[in-house]
């Protein structure tokens, strides 16, 4: 039950230490292999502490008191829980604590979490100001100070807290463009005079950015930062879609260098992570040099993944080399509950041609949807394989559900959206029609304003996705689909080629159509399902389809797993990179509908702005909600990859 300055202080004062953080799969199966991987990487790395991102509310705030148990109680860790506050009710908060020294959990880092939306956790039976009096105010947490404030009004010195620096400056509603660590300065200033007692900084790759900024803060006449501990934070590079994901929703600058460096090698995420290793490694080195008012620490991003972070801590000496070595062979891997599957598969991530975004989900986007996550390695038959890497490479929307790294949160935010009310507005504006809303996904089809859409991060369509837009904007505009995820069919191009090429140079990819839209649900049940049927018997198609009700109508068995992009390369096993299954299709589903929910929270917040009439508001929001209850969520894919027009010919004929 160690507080984290008092660990850091029983270092000798030249030591170096690191951390690390962790969040809860979307999964139960993926939550289970975390715990698995958790023990290995608590008995070979043996970090300072961990730290363990919480979920918003509801069953992901549980996921994450769940994970926290797990290290603090089972594994004897030193745990540190995020906890998020924008908005957040007063008892929800107050249960959080309480949970968290049941837990015996004695470290908190406060996060503000998102720019403040007043409706952010109404529940649909609430009133009309979304408060209940016996659960406290929703408007007490706007801002992170306000929960440093309040635990330490409430619980003393019994937590630790931390708060978040931004060495780059953090971009918000106030300061948009203009980023700057001189506008933030204040606001830290306040957080720590108010009892924070360390400081973890937000991910970057700019090493003078970041030592440009413990300088100010070492130096700053208020004397706050002194002595506090300024830990910065770090990503290992994963993919090159998670790099440019990552750093856009932070606002993180990417240096050229780094840029220069990754260019010739960004289609292969296994030299990614080896120039993300030699590029992470310079900047611990360079961080180092500069002389620290005590113990040096590190923290680092894990995403849930290991290999990388065990290279990455091996190669700057933060664990002995003999550790990182029995990484991998000394644990064996647990079974718990992992199916067995195609033994001998490789993996490789490449990004998914789409339509349009929203996650964990799971998250990796680089034109407007979900990326395709790579089908990790399954492990052995035998449930003794002791295979610690076998999801090496991130697992987003169409990944492997099992794996622990499985659609992760790659920023603080509470929500799936990545827009603030007001940008919402100018993007969207304050539909009442389905006409309204099928023009915005034209729009997007068509590369007008607005070309960004609630399940989208990007302004852009795909290379791909371009080549298959024609038939998008039909099923859009004569059927009525509302497009959000697609890709079309690919009989054995070169690893290479610019547009559907991914993995090392020198192999040949494959891929089939598939396609993933929202309809009203008489459409789907009276005239979609049918069709699809009959299409499925003939063997030319397959589908998922849920609603927000929970309502799940498929194909497939339950444990059918389709591959729709693989790979093949020399000297090595097909290579699956994205597929589509039920367990992370249901995941998507709850995701993608509650982010119609928070579509309409963005128009009521804009309208308590003054930025939109009332009463426009009141039946744009009501017309979302009336929406989100009346549409599924469809996947098709089409099995024929040789003959590419005829999964949409198949659709166009319903």
Not at 483 to 510: E, K, M, R, Y
């Amino acid at each position: 039950m160690e507080k984290i300055t008092e660990k850091i202080a029983a270092l000798p004062n030249d030591a170096n230490y690191f951390s690390l953080e962790f969040f809860p799969p979307k999964t139960q199966i993926g939550f289970s292999n975390l715990q698995t991987r958790l023990e290995r990487m608590s008995n070979t790395l043996r970090p300072l502490f961990v730290t363990v991102t919480w979920g918003a509310g509801g069953c992901t705030s549980a996921r994450s008191l769940e994970l926290a148990e797990i290290c603090q109680r089972q594994l004897g860790l030193t745990t540190c829980l995020h906890l998020t506050c924008t908005n957040m009710k007063r008892k929800i908060v107050d249960e959080a604590l309480e949970q968290a020294k049941a837990l015996g959990v004695r470290n908190i880092l406060a996060l503000r979490g998102d720019p403040p939306r007043e409706d952010e956790y109404r529940l649909e039976d609430e009133g009309e100001n979304g408060t209940n009096e016996e659960e406290g105010s929703n408007e007490e947490f706007t801002w992170a100070i306000d929960l440093v404030r309040y635990i330490r009004r409430v619980h003393g010195d019994y937590f630790c807290i931390g708060v978040a620096g931004y060495p780059e400056g953090h971009a918000d509603q106030s300061h948009p463009t203009d980023q700057d660590p001189l506008h933030d300065l204040p606001y830290l200033i306040d957080k720590t005079k108010a009892g924070a007692d360390f400081i973890m900084t937000q991910l970057f790759y700019d090493i003078g950015a970041y030592t440009k900024y413990e300088k100010m803060l070492r130096e700053h006449e208020s004397l706050v930062f002194a002595k506090i501990p300024i830990i910065p934070g770090l990503m290992p590079l994963q993919s090159y879609e998670i790099l440019m994901r990552t750093t856009k929703l932070s606002h993180a600058k990417v240096p050229q260098e780094l840029l220069h460096r990754l260019q010739p090698v960004k289609g292969d995420d296994e030299a990614v992570k080896q120039v993300g290793v030699d590029a992470i490694t310079e900047i611990v080195e360079g961080i180092r040099k500069v002389k620290a008012k005590g113990p040096r620490g590190f923290h680092f991003y894990t995403l849930n993944l290991e290999k990388a972070v065990s290279s990455l801590l091996e190669r700057c000496n933060l664990i002995p080399l003999e550790s990182y070595e029995n990484a991998v062979d000394d644990i064996p891997l647990l079974s718990n509950g992992i199916p067995n599957g195609i033994n001998g598969t490789t993996t490789r991530n490449r990004t998914l041609s789409s339509i349009s975004s929203s996650s964990a989900a799971a998250q990796l986007t680089t034109n407007s949807h979900r990326s395709s996550s790579p089908r990790p390695p399954l492990p052995q038959n035998n449930p003794n394989s002791r295979e610690a890497t076998w999801d090496d490479y991130p697992n987003g929307r169409f990944g492997d559900a099992r794996s622990p790294a499985f659609n992760p949160p790659l920023t603080y935010s509470p929500t799936s959206l990545t827009v603030t009310p007001i940008q919402a507005l100018a993007l969207w504006g304050t539909p009442t029609t389905e006409k309204e809303i099928g023009d915005l996904f034209t729009s997007h089809l068509a590369g007008n304003n607005p070309t960004q859409l609630p399940w989208s991060e990007s302004a852009t369509l795909s290379p791909e996705t371009k080549l298959i837009t024609t038939e998008l904007t039909r099923l859009t505009t004569e059927k009525g689909y509302w497009t959000i995820a697609s890709q079309p069919a690919v009989d054995g191009l070169p690893s290479s080629d610019p547009t559907h090429g991914w993995g090392p140079t020198g192999g040949f990819v494959f891929q089939k159509s598939f396609v993933e839209f929202f309809v009203s649900a008489h459409i789907f049940q009276d005239t979609i399902k049918p069709h699809l049927d009959i299409l499925h018997k003939n063997g030319e198609v397959s589908y998922y389809a849920g609603n927000a009700a929970g309502e799940f109508l498929s194909s497939e068995p339950q444990d059918a797993v389709h591959a729709v992009t693989w790979g093949s390369f020399a000297g090595k096993e097909i290579a699956t990179a994205t597929m589509v299954e039920e367990v992370s299709f249901r995941a998507w589903v709850e995701e993608a509908f509650g982010i119609w929910g928070e579509w309409g929270r963005c128009v009521g917040e804009a309208s308590r702005l003054g930025k939109v009439e009332r009463e426009r508001a009141k039946a744009s929001m009501e017309f979302l909600r009336a929406v989100r209850k009346g549409v599924w969520i469809v996947n098709v894919i089409g099995h024929g990859y040789r003959e590419p027009g005829r999964s949409w010919e198949a659709l166009m004929e319903v």
